[in-house]
Every structure is written in C-alpha cells, then in structure tokens.
C-alpha cells in the first residue's frame, strides 16, 4: 500500500451538479479535467466510491484526462421511476450520458458492480470505448465453493434487508466483499456524507442492483457463444491482492478476462481488498494513468 498519508482538509467531494435524462430517468452528473474522456461507472452501495478517491488524491489525473461521472438510478439523487432494470438498461444509461456530453468515444473505467456495467457496455457498444479499465468486475462466479461463499454473504445480506435493518444489510455485504479494513476506508477516502447516501440508497441496492445482476444472462464459461464478436479494445484487469481472500472468485474473474481476452493487461495492487481505489487511491490512480498513457483514443 502507498506510505502516503490520506490528507485533504476536512471534507472532499466531486459535486455531481447537471442532469441528463436518460428514458424515464434523470442522472446527476459531473464531467471534471481536460484531456481525453473517461466515461466512470460507480459501483454497488457507495456511489462516491470511484472518482472522489482517485481525484481527490491523485489530482494529476485531472490534467490529461476529462472525467465523466454520473449517478446511476437510484443513487445520491438519480431518479428511480421503474421497479427494475437490467444490465443491458444500465449500459444503455452510460451510452446515452456520453451521447448527452458529446463525447463519441470514451475510455471506460467501471468498479465492482459498475465494472458489470462497464464490461457489458464494451460488448454492447465497443464502437463507443476507446478502451475498458475494469476494477475487480463482480462477474458471476461459476466455481463451486466461490459461488458457496458469495451466495452466502448475499443470503446474510437479504436476511438482514428483510428484517428492515436496510442499512446494516448493504454495509455488512460490502464488509464480507472487502474485507475487514473496508469501512474504516470509506472513512479515510469517501465524503463526510457517504454513511448518509448509503441509507438512503439501500433500496436500489437490493431492488435493483442484485436482480439485475442474478437476471444477467453472460456467463464466463459460455462467452464465445455469448460473444463471437468479442471486445477488441485495449483491457486493463485490476486485482487487489488480498481481494480473494475475503471473498473467493476475483481471481476467477481476472483469469477468465485474461484468457477470454488476448490483449487485456493486468494491474495489481498490493495491500488493498475489494476495496481498491478506497483503500489505495495513490497506487490505484497511477497504474490506471500508465495505462491510459499508452492506449491514447485514435491509436
């Protein structure tokens, strides 16, 4: 992990302050730096978990690059006008949030749940993505015992939404994904308010984001099937190196983009779990400028 202390004053925050509608929907938006784009894909539970760390704390990211970020359904004032979406709706959203701003291609960075999202946006749109950054994708495991021990967690976590404990039951799931170290990050590296914004948005987490994800229809063991045209853009795989050991399979899903994909790359980052730009934002944000230094839009 960086031996750079987390300093930035009392409170941070990337202000998502425009609006674009999307279908039925209206997401908050913020399009922060100069440079090439990057179109952000939050993940699950904390929305102010991708670019608030990585631009906050590694701010020279801001000089080459021009970050598109929004808020998707459900989440830190995003509507929420249907009861359910799927994934192919989600990648549709951020195909029309680059279609609002005017930028016909985009580097795709996508964490976690939001790496689901980005990874079937390359699919569905490669004409679209200069190239994917795809922070641990929370792909569905197909491994038995990394299946055993992921449906768990999300039995635990329903048990505890249905109790109406709602809030508990998204932060704990996070905390059996990422590791013990996790929430004491989102203190380190997120907004003041994140603890407020996870409350308000648990519904769309159980709502929303876990049906659309089981209701999926990609999996890894059948994607030539799936996909004969696989994505052919530049790929960068990040891993954590204690992410496995807090929930099996990331590294079922880092084998299979590798394999699946010949020209993807891989990132690590040692010391950090699933929580990866929360816990190491410094080492997360200069591999992730590295590659997009040598994968530049147009070559």
Known sequence: ???????????????????????????????????????????????????????????????????????????????????????????????????????????????????????????????????GLLLEPYLMREEPGNVTRNNEAIQRAFDRYAKGDKSTAAVNYMADVCGPSYLSSLDLTCPLDVWEWIDKTADTVFQVDFPALANWGFAMSRADSLAPAKPTMPVLSLMGEDSEA?????????????????????????????????????????????FLSRHPIGT
């Not at 978990?49 to 021009?66: R, V």
């Not at 807090?246 to 299979?256: A, L, N």
């Open 246 to 290: 807090s929930m099996p399979g990331f590294r079922e899903i880092h084998h299979f983009l590798l394999d699946w994909l010949p020209q993807a790359e891989r990132l690590g980052v040692k010391g950090v779990g699933h929580g990866l730009q929360i816990q190491d934002p410094v080492a997360v944000g200069t591999g992730i400028a590295e």
């Open 1 to 131: 992990m960086s031996t750079a202390a987390f300093y930035a004053g009392r409170d941070f925050k990337v202000t998502h302050d425009q609006t674009v509608k999307v279908n039925d929907d209206e997401l908050r938006y913020t399009v922060v730096g100069q440079g090439e784009p990057v179109l952000c894909i939050h993940c699950t539970t904390v929305a102010d978990g991708l670019i608030t760390p990585l631009l906050t704390f590694c701010p020279q990211l801001l000089e080459k690059y021009q970050f598109i970020s929004y808020y998707r359904v459900g989440y830190n004032g995003s509507t929420r006008n249907r009861d359910s979406y799927t994934m192919e709706d989600m990648a549709d959203h951020a195909r029309q949030v680059l279609d609002h701003v005017g930028v016909e291609k985009a580097h795709v960075l996508a964490y976690s749940f939001g790496g689901v999202i980005g990874f079937q946006f390359l699919m569905a749109y490669p004409e679209r993505a200069a190239s």
